[in-house]
């Protein structure tokens, strides 16, 4: 079966860090340019964050910036994103999608593959 599983997530304080994990099954995930998610109550899903599978280039949107990483672990089929100094605006449900057209992870465009689905994520809770 072909799917991306999210991972890692959980109540944190402030100032805190969390390392999400997105683990492929059924295919190999160093093809695809992955892209993390998320999503508050009340709010639209938005892209955090993308590494590209062919030079590693990778973006983020400027409320993360210097505090979360993304990177890839090909032996492991798996993309982490590591979230450190977390504020409670980053609250949220954080999914991965495998990205098309992939070079536009580049220009801070992530656009979830056709033919893929949002999975169930995992929740990031940052609160004092």
């Known amino acids: 079966q072909v799917q991306l599983v999210e991972s890692g997530g959980g109540l944190v304080q402030p100032g805190g860090s969390l390392r999400l994990s997105c683990a492929a099954s059924?295919?190999?995930?160093?093809?695809?340019?992955i892209g993390w998610f998320r999503q508050a109550p009340g709010k639209e899903r938005e892209g955090v964050s993308c590494?590209?599978?062919?030079?590693?280039?990778?973006y983020y949107i400027d409320s993360v910036k210097g505090r979360f990483t993304i990177s890839r672990d090909n032996a492991k089929n798996t993309v982490y994103l590591q979230m450190n100094s977390l504020k409670p605006e980053d609250t949220a449900h954080y999914y991965c999608r495998t990205l098309s057209p992939a070079f536009m992870c580049a220009w801070g465009v992530l656009t979830p593959a056709e033919g893929g689905s949002w999975g169930q994520g995992t929740q990031v809770t940052v609160s004092s």
């Open positions: 590494m590209t599978n062919t030079d590693g280039t990778t």
């Open positions: 059924g295919f190999t995930l160093d093809y695809y340019t």
